[in-house]
């Protein structure tokens, strides 16, 4: 009786001293499993949402990741010197981009179909369709303000411009002025901020003589209804003032145009640039230096600037966020 006492008292001790081990083969929990899941799934659609190529996402080519939507996003309208003319003779595009319009993951172009890729010259390839386009101000804005300031994230290119067109062309309901909205208020999708309007046009308007006396008073109209329609009533507006002419009448343009008095209208004076062959349009070494001219002007603005959207923030902090937070 004594001896199976003492062996059902050793067989409890040993039962006692198992229950008191680690167990090294317990599953782990299933909210931990289903966390660490969940990060991972994050961490590769952001990935590949980030680093998709322009082909994957309807892009222009170039092989360069990219963001897929931008944080700050800038209209370019006027017509061929900011659709861009650089490198253009006898409508033949030479083809040489300089390192200022080089292309970069972190600079965007909302193309024809209102999809956004990865920007590259000629950005206004398949905007202005009339003629041959070349280098413009756009990229070389683009990286000046990028580097001056890069908590503007990633930047959104909006071109509009069409050359040969006349201030009139760009009244409200006409199809310039149309696709110049439309093309806004599908750049704003998704929480980006339109920072400001880079205008260049007016050579077309010093060929008659009623254009250029009429030009102040259709620009004023002009600026002020695409601040009405896309509902950004201080909208920052950079004009440039002529550099060269279709005709006589120059001086009373450039008059209007650093005179036209609207609150938040800087005007950046281009007269000087280089002009090519034609005296009409701007060299490539013009438009990169009127880039950089432009983005200086907008980052002397900082005060009045309207505030960056916080979602590209949002977007890169989530993941790291997670991952970093202990599991409970």
């Known amino acids: ?13 040993e039962r006692q001293a198992a229950k008191s081990k680690p167990n090294y083969h317990l599953k782990p929990s299933s909210t931990f499993v289903a966390k660490a899941m969940f990060a991972i799934l994050c961490f590769f659609l952001l990935g590949c949402a980030r680093f998709a190529k322009p082909a994957d996402l309807g892009g222009n080519g170039g092989g360069v990741p990219y963001f897929s939507q931008p944080g700050s996003v800038f209209l370019l309208a006027g017509q061929s010197n900011m659709a861009g003319r650089g490198g253009v003779v006898n409508d033949v595009w030479d083809g040489y981009v300089p390192p200022e319009c080089q292309p970069s993951a972190t600079v965007l172009r909302l ?3 209102l999809i956004w890729e990865a920007a590259k010259e000629p950005l206004h390839l398949g905007i202005d369709i009339n003629k041959t386009v070349g280098i413009g101000p756009g990229m070389s804005f683009a990286h000046t303000v990028l580097t001056k300031d890069p908590g503007l994230g990633v930047i959104g290119l909006v071109p509009c411009a069409a050359g040969g067109t006349n201030i009139s062309e760009w009244g409200r309901g006409g199809h310039l002025y149309t696709r110049l909205i439309r093309r ?3 750049a704003a999708r998704g929480g980006a901020t339109i920072q400001a309007l880079l205008w260049y046009q007016g050579e077309t308007d010093t060929v008659n003589l009623e254009d250029a006396k009429k030009y102040r008073s259709r620009l004023r109209r002009f600026f002020n209804h695409v601040r009405t329609d896309l509902e950004l009533p201080t909208l920052p507006i950079i004009q440039v003032a002529l550099a060269t002419q279709q005709g006589p009448y120059i001086d009373e343009v450039r008059d209007a145009q650093f005179h036209v008095d609207l609150p938040n209208v800087k005007t950046v004076d281009a007269k000087g640039l280089q002009a090519g062959p034609d005296y009409l349009h701007l060299t ?29 923030r949002r977007h890169h902090s989530f993941v790291s966020g997670f991952l970093c937070r202990p599991f409970r």
């Open 1 to 13: 009786m004594a001896l199976r006492n003492t062996t059902l008292a050793s067989v409890d001790l």
């Open 184 to 186: 806004g208020e599908a």
């Open 111 to 113: 193309s024809p179909g």
């Open 284 to 312: 490539t070494a013009s438009q990169v230096q009127l880039g950089q001219m432009l983005g200086d002007a907008f980052l002397e603005r900082m005060p009045l600037r309207l505030q960056t959207s916080s979602a590209s």
